[in-house]
C-alpha cells in the first residue's frame, strides 16, 4: 500500500507541476517575454520567478492551480535594492556622514519612487490580479505597482545575479532621479523643523488638529504647529500625516522669513 500511495502522491505532484507549467505558458507568451526582456535588459532563463513575481495576491483568489503570490520575492528585491542604493550612495558621496546617506536612499527607495518608475515601464501589462482588484485598480495602484517593482528585482537576482539586478536598478530608478538632483531635497519638513527646534534649544514641535471637514472617503484635515505657547503655521491635507508635513513647512518658511 506504501508503494501504491507514493505513486498516486508522486502522479498529483507531476500533474500539479504540469498545471503551473500550463499556466505560466498562458500568461507569459513568448512575446511577452520578449517585451520583459527589454524592459529588464537581460536573458530571461527561468519564467517562474517572473511569473510569481508579477501575480498579486488577489489573483489567487481566481487561480487556484498556482499558489505563490509576490510578497516573499517582494522582500527578497527590496533587501536587494536597498543594496544597490545604498552602494551607489557610499561611491558618489564619499565625504557624507550616514545620516545623510541613509536620509537620500530612504528618498531613492520611497514606495513612490518606484511606482513611478514601475508607472514609466508600464509595468502593469503583466501583473497578474483578480478581477475585482482590476476594476478598482487606481486607487491602489501605487502600493501595487511598487510591491510588484520590487518583487522583479528579486526575480532578477535570482534568475540572472546581482549585477543583472544592480544594472537594472541604475537604469530605471537610479539614473532618472539622480539626474536633477531632486532626490537630495529634504521634503521631510517635520524632520527639518524638529532639527530646527533643538539646534536653537526650543521645545520639540507639537501638533495639532484644528478641524476635519468633508465626507469620509475625502477628508481634509487642518493641522497647527507650535513650538512652546507659540504657533508656527498651519497646514491643511487628505491625511493627517500629510497636513503636519504641510504645517511644518509653513512654520520653516515663516521663520525664513523673518530670519530675512
Known sequence: MSKLLGWILEKLKQREIKKK????????????IAELEKIIGCTIKNKSYYIQALTHR???????????????????????????VAEYLYDEFPDKDEGFLTKVRAKLVNKMILAEAAEKIKLVRFILLSNNV?????PGAKTILSDALEA???AIYLDSGLESAKNFIQE???EPNTKAGLYLIDENFKSQLLEYAQA??????????????GPQHNRIFTIKVKIGDQEFGVGTGKSKKSAEQNAAHSALVKIASNNN
Open 21 to 32: 507549467s500550463e499556466l505560466i505558458s498562458q500568461v507569459f507568451s513568448s512575446k511577452k
Open 58 to 84: 488577489s489573483f489567487l483568489e481566481q487561480n487556484d492551480d498556482y499558489d505563490l503570490s509576490n510578497e516573499r520575492l517582494e522582500f527578497l528585491g527590496d533587501s536587494v535594492l536597498s543594496l544597490a
Open 134 to 138: 482590476k476594476n478598482t485598480f487606481l
Open 152 to 154: 522583479l528585482i528579486g
Open 172 to 174: 530605471i530608478l537610479i
Open 200 to 213: 536653537n534649544r526650543l521645545e520639540n514641535p507639537s501638533y495639532y488638529v484644528v478641524s476635519e471637514e
